[in-house]
């Protein structure tokens, strides 16, 4: 995939900014809190879900196939929200899904 990204996308073009603490801005840093707080809850889940079921009585085979369930409905939901970004506007689809990750 690498590859194929390398080959395809083009660079975009960067306006240098002078100064290290210029290209921190407050839309940055609250953005970078917010996708690591999402990153934290995600990792914690994939991390600990199997052995969750584990300690419920499921063997280890069937507690990966009840996370990899889980996991593939992000695979369907990826491309979805992605082709909903560009219709609705990334910060609304950012902000929606924050909000349903939140509820869920």
């Not at 660079?11 to 801005?25: D, H, L, N, R, S």
């Not at 079921?53 to 507690?63: A, L, M, N, T």
């Amino acid at each position: 995939m690498a590859i194929i990204l390398w080959r395809m996308l083009e660079e975009p073009f960067i306006q240098p900014v002078k100064g290290f603490a210029k290209g921190i801005t407050l839309p940055l840093i609250l953005l970078t809190f917010a996708v690591s707080m999402r990153d934290m809850a995600y990792e914690g889940l994939v991390s600990f879900l199997p052995s969750y079921f584990v300690v419920k009585g499921q063997s280890i085979f069937h507690s990966g196939m009840l996370t990899a369930l889980m996991l593939i409905s992000g695979v369907i939901a990826q491309p979805l929200g992605g082709a909903l970004s560009d219709k609705i506007g990334r910060k609304k689809i950012f902000i929606l899904t924050m909000l349903l990750l939140s509820f869920f």
